[in-house]
């Protein structure tokens, strides 16, 4: 995983709360991680997440 050359895709911009943030990125550093990179690692877990919540409850009607 890692982030696409430049201009290849749409840029997405959000404001967390400051703790958050902070708390974040301090994170991703610890792993030696770009924030963007840990980002699109958690934005792919929760879409499998909801994919699989979203499975549930149709097998489930």
Known sequence: MGRPA???TK???FR???PLRDEFEELAKA???SPS???VEAMH?????KRREQAV???EA
């Open 31 to 33: 792993e030696e991680r």
């Open 11 to 13: 840029v997405m911009g």
């Open 45 to 49: 877990d929760w879409v499998k997440r």
């Open 37 to 39: 990179d840990a980002l």
């Open 16 to 18: 967390p709360p400051k």
């Open 6 to 8: 430049t201009g290849k």
């Open 57 to 59: 409850k149709e097998s």
